[in-house]
Each structure stands twice: as structure tokens, then as C-alpha cells.
């Protein structure tokens, strides 16, 4: 090999190495000016030696305060080796300044300066935030709508934990989420096992299955001999790097703190290690705006915790905000109790009835976003890993689809991700594997970057045999493949004219845009093959 192409492997192998790295900038304590740019996460490194005290349990925040002179107090948190950190990052361009405190000295009355670049990191657009103006829909911080597109994968925080250099497997999958219109990843901080029976088939791919891991556990010891007396910032470390790389590639960590039936020894409710559990990762990870938090994944299914339970860790969650990340639960009948507590609606809901219900939803919470977490669609896979009530990729798409035309955000699942067994290469496995159809997901959020969401609304009285959403001068129409013939004689009532173009849900195919001017019914050009969205764009009379 030449000495020319040596170089030219060398230097790809750095530029992959740095790639898949996910390391977090981190700047030493220093009386000089810093410089981030908007929405850059940066860790503030400060050094104090505790002796006998629990580190855990030390206070120690800061107070910084932004161009205009508020204060906003950030927790920080240790990371092993004597070593804290105020881990930060900014929406508001300008200069800010910091002063810590602590009732460790070494820790306390420490000054630094921020300088926050206009120049957003990486083309971001901040925190998912609400808007008042319209608040049944998410959107960016710089005002973008953002239209939540979610994909359920449990273990995410497994794929790479035992490699110390990259992350390859979480890289891979996490490019095949965004090139197909994935922007939110519903995870766990940590998932340990399933209880139901496994497929017989995995035991020949051993590398598929990351359930019941003997040395990866957020406490010290591990889950079968858990010791609760401190946690393990190894683990914790490893996080980092996953979910810094989600926020380099813009997808959102729907983070759901606990999970109650992936048989994971948590400790005792509301004890030492739990509280310190808890609010040690709220501290952590507070400050990526990609950050979503979510209490527990099905709250209060399994009879563990209760109302005032998960009500006081949102209290608590909230005390610890500091970046004023939004908050939900997984637990619609908590939600509906309490919904004042929780900043928009998770819903898990498995009836034939989807569209009524979530339209029932949308209806009934006028002042905060609806989210469909679980819809019972649970997409077949290689493995028989968990089945729900629909498993043909279409009907899962169709299932997206009804959610979307009730006006609320959904979730996708596919049995080879979403939980202990995890196929982060589908496309690359033998022609043998079924593969998941994460196209459909492309055409979908390609259909609403054309026409966004937030300017649409339910519009149920024109559903015909299929749905509706409507803006000022267009409709959406999904229409089911087996729905013959529909009749929009109402758009012809009030508009002079109206143009018509039809996208294929499954090729993402449009047809020739037409223009009518007399009444006249549709039929899809993909009847009994797809269901379709028919796009109609009117003008007045």
C-alpha cells in the first residue's frame, strides 16, 4: 500500500473516530471568558477533594446571569475523581457571568464569564418548547414548528456502552432515524430486562439481544446484586455520549426516568438512593435542549407507584428545571387527573377507535399538546419480541396516519429496536431478516415539511371515508386504499377553482398537480393498492 493511501485511511479513521466520539466540550473553571455558541452544551470543570462527606449529597449550583440581568440558577453535579461539573448551555446570544455556591469552599464564590455567539452550534434550533399562540403543537425555540416523529428504542443507552472509543452501532441507527424523518428517540435512562417470553431465534444472533446486562448498572454493583450507596458516573459518563450525539444529529431524548415492568432493582420509593438517583439526573442532563423528560414509561401500571408519588417527582423534577425542559408522563389516566401538572398529554391507546379517541383528546386540551406514546402497532420484525395488536408495517403507518389527522403527535415501533433486541443495521442483515419499513416515515414527514402541521386543524365534519385536516386554502384528505370514490362536492360550493395532487403513503409518490373548476369526484390512482393523502389547495370565488 502506497504511502499516500496509508495517510488517506489514517485520516478517515480520525475523521470517523471524531465523528462517532459524542464528546461534550469541557472548559476548566477559569476567571477568562469562554465562548459557546446557542444551544452548545459545555461542561464547567471545578475540582474539590470532599474527604468522608457523600459527594452525592453535596450542594452546590450556580447563579448566571444573562444579558439582560436574569438570574438562572444551574445545579451541578460530581463526575468521579474529585472532579464537578455545572454543565450548561444558552438560547440568549450576549454575555453572561456566573458565581457558584457550595458549603464545600473549594467549590464556593467561584466567577466566570460566557460569551454566547448569535451563530447557532450545528444548525440547531433549540429546545422543544410551547407556544401560546398555538398550543396544541410543539415547536422549536428559534420558533420553528417541530413536528414530533418519535421512535421507541428502550435500549439505546446499550448499543455502544462497552466500546471506550466510539459509538458505531448507535451512530448507524441514529443516521437511519434522521435520513427516514425520525427527530425523537422514547428511551430509557436505563432498562435492565422483559419478563415475557423470548423468540427462540435469538439465541442463534446473540448480538441482536441487549436485555439483562451483568455490568452496566446506574448504581454501584449490578442489577442482581444492586449496592445503593452510591452511583456509578461510569454509567452515567456513557449516557453523556448518547445523548450528546442525539443533540449533534438534532433528535430529541424523550428520557423516561424509570421504567416499572423492564425489571430493573430500583430502590426503595422515595429513599436516599432513590431521591439521589433522580435528582442526580435531572441535574445531568437538564441542560441538552434536546431533552424531553418523561417520570416513568406506564407510570402507574404495575402497582408500584401512585398519584402522589409520581406528582412529588414532578415537584421535585421541576425544582431542578433549570432549563425549563418540558415534562410528561407516561400514563394517560394520570395525565387526565392531572393535567395541569404535566406540559402536554401522553396517551397510550390500543382500540380500533384510535382517530375518535385522539380526536376526543385533541378536542378536550385546548392548551397543550397531545401525544400518542403508544398506539398498539408494534411493526413485525425478525424476532417475535412483543406483539401488540396490529403488526403489517401498514397498519402501523395507517394507525401514525390516524393520529395525525386527530390533530396529535405519534410513535413508531418495530419489534427489533424497541426494546431488549435491538437490530441497529437492519438494512445489512441477510435478505432472510424481514426489514423494517422506515421509509413510510420519510413520505410522512416529508408530506408535513410541504405543509406544516401547526397550520392545521382537524376538520371532522368533511372526513367523508377518511380524514381531514384543514389550513386557510388547503385540505389534507387521508384517504384508506380500499375507499373507492370521494366526494368533495362542498369545495366547490364556496371556491372558484380548486388544484388536486395525490401522495402515495408507501412510495411517497405524487401525481400530476390538476386544476378543476367544475364539481367533480376523486379516486386514487392507488385504489386497493395504498392509502393515499389527497392534497386539495382552493380558490375563492
Known amino acids: 500500500m502506497s504511502t499516500m493511501k496509508q495517510f488517506v485511511l489514517v485520516l478517515l479513521g480520525l475523521l470517523y473516530f471524531n465523528a462517532t466520539q459524542a464528546e461534550l466540550r469541557n472548559t476548566k473553571h477559569s476567571t477568562k471568558i469562554t465562548s459557546i455558541k446557542k444551544w452548545e452544551v459545555i461542561d464547567i470543570t471545578f475540582k474539590a477533594d470532599v474527604k468522608n462527606k457523600d459527594p452525592f449529597q453535596i450542594k452546590f449550583f450556580a447563579e448566571f446571569t444573562n444579558p439582560d440581568g436574569k438570574l438562572q440558577t444551574v445545579p451541578g453535579f460530581y463526575n468521579g475523581d474529585n472532579t464537578w461539573l455545572l454543565r450548561f448551555s444558552a438560547a440568549v446570544a450576549g454575555n453572561w457571568t456566573y458565581e457558584t455556591h457550595s458549603e464545600i469552599k473549594a467549590l464556593n464564590g467561584k466567577k466566570g ?229 404535566v406540559d402536554f398529554i401522553s396517551r397510550q391507546d390500543w382500540t380500533y377507535s384510535l382517530y375518535n379517541n385522539m380526536l376526543e383528546d385533541h378536542n378536550q386540551y385546548k392548551t397543550k399538546p397531545v401525544f400518542n406514546i403508544e398506539h398498539g402497532g408494534y411493526e413485525d420484525a425478525p424476532y417475535e419480541v412483543f406483539v401488540g395488536s396490529y403488526i403489517k408495517p401498514e397498519t402501523c403507518l395507517r394507525r401514525n396516519y390516524q393520529c395525525i389527522f386527530a390533530g396529535v403527535y405519534s410513535t413508531y415501533y418495530w419489534q427489533a429496536a424497541s426494546w431488549n433486541v435491538v437490530i441497529y443495521n437492519p438494512y445489512e442483515q441477510s435478505e432472510a431478516f424481514i426489514k423494517p419499513k422506515f421509509e413510510y416515515f420519510k413520505y410522512m414527514t416529508d408530506l408535513f415539511a410541504k405543509y406544516n402541521f401547526s397550520e392545521f386543524t382537524p376538520t371532522p365534519w368533511h372526513n367523508q371515508s377518511g380524514y381531514c385536516l384543514k389550513s386557510d386554502d388547503t385540505y389534507l384528505f387521508y384517504v384508506p386504499m380500499d375507499s373507492y370514490q370521494f366526494r368533495g362536492e362542498f369545495l366547490f360550493k364556496e371556491n372558484s377553482s380548486i388544484t388536486f395532487q395525490w401522495m402515495n403513503t408507501l412510495s411517497g409518490e405524487y401525481s400530476e398537480l390538476v386544476e378543476v373548476s367544475k364539481k367533480q369526484d376523486f379516486e386514487s390512482p392507488w385504489y386497493g393498492k395504498a392509502d393515499a393523502v389527497l392534497i386539495i389547495k382552493t380558490k375563492k370565488k
Open 113 to 341: 464569564k460566557l460569551l454566547v455567539h448569535q451563530e447557532a452550534l450545528q444548525a440547531q434550533k433549540g429546545a422543544i418548547v410551547l407556544n401560546e399562540e398555538k398550543p396544541t403543537h410543539f415547536f422549536y425555540e428559534n420558533g420553528d414548528p417541530y413536528f414530533l416523529m418519535a421512535f421507541e428504542c428502550d435500549w439505546l443507552y446499550a448499543l455502544d456502552y462497552h466500546n471506550e472509543e466510539a459509538l458505531p452501532k448507535t451512530e448507524h441507527l441514529l443516521n437511519l432515524l434522521n435520513e427516514n424523518g425520525f427527530n425523537q428517540v422514547v428511551m430509557n435512562v436505563f432498562s435492565y430486562d422483559v419478563s415475557w417470553k423470548k423468540d427462540e431465534k435469538l439465541k442463534n444472533y446473540p448480538e441482536h439481544e441487549y436485555g439483562a446486562p451483568k455490568d452496566i448498572f446506574p448504581f454501584l454493583g449490578n442489577n442482581e446484586k444492586p449496592d445503593y450507596s452510591s452511583l456509578n458516573v461510569e454509567f452515567f459518563k456513557k449516557l453523556d455520549r448518547t445523548i450528546s450525539l442525539m443533540h449533534d444529529k438534532n433528535i430529541v431524548s424523550h428520557l423516561m426516568i424509570y421504567v416499572w415492568n423492564k425489571l430493573v432493582a430500583w430502590p426503595e420509593m422515595n429513599s436516599d438512593a432513590d431521591n439521589m438517583y433522580y435528582d442526580y439526573v435531572v441535574k445531568r442532563y437538564g441542560a441538552f435542549p434536546n431533552v424531553m423528560w418523561d417520570v416513568s414509561k406506564e407510570a402507574l401500571y404495575y402497582g408500584r407507584a401512585d398519584d402522589n408519588y409520581i406528582l412529588e417527582r414532578i415537584k421535585r423534577l421541576r425544582e431542578a428545571n433549570a432549563f425549563n425542559r418540558l415534562v410528561t408522563v407516561h400514563d394517560y389516566g394520570f395525565c387526565k387527573r392531572h393535567s395541569d401538572s
